[in-house]
């Protein structure tokens, strides 16, 4: 099994900055790629950015430019760095985690924008 913890959300006015992270646990070796979402209250969950095990990133067009994703491989740990944040930046963000046994997700930490 694995575990994951997301730390550093907050509240910030808009044009700030946010660093995010994730640290995994338990029976990691078989993790192929991480990712962040985030999901806003009565919408749906959606996909934030992602780094494959190769290092190859994949951002949301909403956020390129202003978000950067990392994954420090030896600590198993994922970031992301939130830059000219805006109000509607403003969700729960949770750490994923995917792998060769199935899906694992953090319990969310959120980050709030304000104008």
């Known amino acids: 099994q694995v575990q994951l913890v997301e730390s550093g959300g907050g509240l910030v006015q808009a044009g700030g900055s946010l660093r995010l992270s994730c640290a995994a646990s338990?029976?990691?070796?078989?993790?192929?790629?991480m990712s962040w979402y985030r999901q806003a209250p009565g919408k749906q969950r959606e996909l934030v950015a992602a780094?494959?095990?190769?290092?190859?990133?994949n951002y949301a067009d909403s956020v390129k430019g202003r978000f950067t994703i990392s994954r420090d491989n030896a600590k198993n740990t994922v970031y992301l760095q939130m830059n000219s944040l805006k109000p509607e930046d403003t969700a729960v963000y949770y750490c994923?985690?995917?792998?060769?046994?199935?899906?694992?997700w953090g319990q969310g930490t959120q980050v709030t924008v304000s104008s």
């Open positions: 780094i494959t095990s190769g290092g190859t990133t």
């Open positions: 338990g029976s990691i070796f078989a993790i192929n790629a």
């Open positions: 994923a985690a995917h792998s060769t046994w199935g899906d694992y």
